[in-house]
């Protein structure tokens, strides 16, 4: 009798925290209904052919599979835009061979960098819209041939920066 008395205690003690806290996280109010997120466009001074198309296809299905938002072009709730305005590769840890003559330097390590900035206007909550630069990058050993790693690399550091937007949009953290 006792066990059942426990259980049914928790039971209900589960039942009312559940109806008192939401576990999906999403701030959007409950009249967002629809998004439309435009192409990011490629502005960076050095270009990668595929970048745009990767970015903008990768941050339409976050959105479009983690949220109940229906893609619209007529009068969005939400709109996502922006652009992409750096893309950089550069050396980041510098090492000197001591067996060169001269002693040579090379790069140890390079690091991927990528910029965008994202436009967010919600139209049910206009407070929430805003404009921001969200940047990540990878750092990777400049042992590897750069055009056999960089389309990975482009695609963690992407995931990276799509996380923050969709966080800052979603998850309001």
């Known amino acids: 009798m006792r066990l059942i008395a426990l259980f ?4 209900f003690s589960l039942s009312l925290s559940t109806s008192c806290y939401s576990f999906t996280g999403s701030s959007l109010s409950p009249e967002t209904k629809t998004i439309e997120i435009r192409d990011f466009p490629n502005n960076a001074p050095l ?6 198309q990767e970015f903008s296809t990768a941050i339409q299905n ?11 072009k007529e009068n969005p ?7 992409i305005v750096d893309y950089s590769i550069t050396p980041t840890t510098i090492s000197s061979s001591v067996n060169a003559p001269g002693g040579n330097i090379q790069a140890a390590q390079n690091k991927l ?12 909550e206009p407070d929430k819209s805003f404009d921001r630069t969200y940047s990540d990058e ?3 050993s400049s042992d590897l041939d750069i055009n056999t790693i960089e389309a990975s690399q482009v695609k963690l550091v992407n995931e990276r920066i799509i996380n923050k937007i969709f966080n800052d949009i979603v998850a309001n953290w």
Not at 66 to 72: A, E, F, I, V
Not at 77 to 83: H, K, P, Q, T, V
Request: proline share 0%; no cysteine; aromatic share 10%.
């Open 113 to 124: 960098t990528i910029v965008v900035k994202v436009h967010y206007e919600n139209k049910i």
């Open 77 to 83: 709730d939400i709109l996502i835009e922006g652009e």
């Open 62 to 72: 976050r959105f479009l599979q983690r949220t109940t938002l229906k893609g619209s």
């Open 47 to 52: 270009m990668n052919a595929s970048l745009s």
């Open 8 to 11: 049914l205690l928790g039971f």
């Open 138 to 140: 990878a750092v990777f």
